[in-house]
């Protein structure tokens, strides 16, 4: 007989985790399920995040690298420094995070499958039959579920799966290593994030080092706009690794991963269709400034699940709640985030971006951080006044 259950979260990235957690504590028969072996197999994302994560998701320490009271942003020619003697937030271990997102899950009795591959599904009046594939066996079984969730990232394999287009996104990949560095090196990038912006460190995007517990380091860079070309680059991104690397000096490599990301302009992706409903990166929930996207995922998760509840419970007679509480969470700032990547990675002359940087040194801490986690771009005013009135300036100068 197929099994029934109230709801199937399809990818335990941390937006499906998030959702798992709050329908199983409300008591629902949840099934959570990931085509990956293990959670190792993509621990893909950096984990840099604002403090009020911790809380927002009553987060335990386990789940933390270490925490950041500082953030520099490099760029070829300019640092920019800003420091709190309390931390900014903590660089979560990815796979931990979502360990201990799924455990909480099925602490509640979710039932969590990995190796488990999302398939096909077909509608009924009263539930979704959906296919799914034992990876370890390649056998293809059934399931039914009266809610199906499209947890499945950038992939977006179950609910726009044949309707999304490409060509209206931002498309990024990002490549990262964990490094093992010696005491010196260590300390000297601890507590901190470190940003690269210039045409030095990623033409287009930018590079960043990230602590992690002692002597781990996260040494990453990310290119916008990967189908296009606005400023030359060196197609190899090793190149452009190896100058992160020569600052670590002697390293030993851990793992190296990487991903593509596809942010949908205008967020305009399908959220809700029937019984369906997509969470997390699968809805361009990830902000394109910085892609910090584990929050937001989380965020969509618990959303969803709130939804799901009322549906399911009879309070609401369909999912598009949903809907309305991510448009009040995201407002304007998706937008202007938008807006700001393509003044800042498309600039074609690096001393533009060394301008920037020493521009935004003119915000206080309290200001970048909510210009970068809360995305208030009205602190970056004075900054950019500055900026345009010294390029006037240098042209000018230069007639
Ligand atoms: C290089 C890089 C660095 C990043 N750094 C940060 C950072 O510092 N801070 C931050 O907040 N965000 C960061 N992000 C973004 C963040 O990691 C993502 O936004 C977040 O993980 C999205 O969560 P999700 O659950 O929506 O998707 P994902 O984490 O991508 O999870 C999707 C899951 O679905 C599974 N899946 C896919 N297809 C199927 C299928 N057919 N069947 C079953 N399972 C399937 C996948 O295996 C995966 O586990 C970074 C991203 C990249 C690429």
């Known amino acids: 007989m197929t099994t029934q259950y109230d709801a199937l979260i399809v990818g335990a990235g941390p937006a499906g985790c998030q959702c798992a957690r709050d329908l199983s504590k409300a008591g ?16 893909y994302s950096s984990g840099g995040a604002p403090i009020d994560i911790m809380e927002q998701f009553s987060l335990p320490d386990s789940v933390v690298g270490t925490y950041w009271n500082t953030l520099r942003i490099h760029s070829t020619k300019i640092e920019s420094v800003w420091t ?9 271990d990815f ?35 959906v296919y799914l594939k034992d990876l370890n066996n390649s056998s293809i079984f059934p399931v039914r579920a009266s809610v199906v969730i499209d947890a499945t990232g950038s992939e977006r394999k179950v609910l726009a799966k044949h309707s999304y287009e490409k060509q209206q996104a931002v498309v990024a990949t990002g490549i990262e290593y964990h490094i093992n560095v010696k005491e010196e090196i260590y300390k000297k990038y601890s507590n901190a994030m470190n940003f690269f912006l210039g045409h030095h460190w990623m033409p287009q995007g930018y590079a960043w080092i990230f602590p992690m517990a002692n002597p781990g380091l996260k040494v990453g860079v990310i290119r916008y ?71 937001h995922a989380m965020q969509s998760g618990q959303f969803a699940a709130q939804s799901i509840q009322d549906y399911l419970s009879g309070k609401s007679p369909d999912l598009n709640g949903y809907n309305n509480s991510l448009n009040k969470y995201f407002g304007k700032k998706w937008f202007f985030s938008e807006k700001f990547i393509h003044h800042l990675f498309r600039a074609k002359k690096d001393a533009y971006i060394d301008q920037s940087v020493a521009a935004f040194s003119m915000m206080d801490k309290v200001q970048i951080i909510q210009v970068i986690f809360q995305y208030k771009f009205r602190h970056t005013l004075k900054s950019y006044f500055w900026y345009y009135l010294t390029r006037l300036i240098n042209m000018i100068r230069n007639i």
């Open 95 to 129: 796979d931990k995070l979502k360990t201990f997102l799924a455990a909480d899950a099925t602490k509640y009795g979710c039932e969590y499958r990995l190796c488990t591959q999302y398939q096909n599904h077909q509608n009924f009046s009263d539930c979704v039959e």
């Open 84 to 92: 709190s003697p309390s931390p900014f937030g903590p660089i979560l």
């Open 28 to 43: 629902f028969k949840v099934l959570l399920i990931d085509k990956a072996g293990d959670v190792f197999e993509n621990n």
């Open 225 to 295: 706009f990967q189908n296009k070309t606005y400023v030359p680059y060196q197609p190899s991104y090793k190149i452009y690794l190896n100058r992160l690397l020569q600052l670590c000096e002697e390293f030993e490599i851990v793992d190296r991963h990487g991903k593509t990301i596809h942010y949908t302009e205008k967020q305009r992706d399908l959220r809700v269709q029937g019984r369906i409903i997509a969470i997390g990166d699968a809805i361009s929930s990830i902000n394109p400034l910085g892609w910090e996207g584990i929050r």
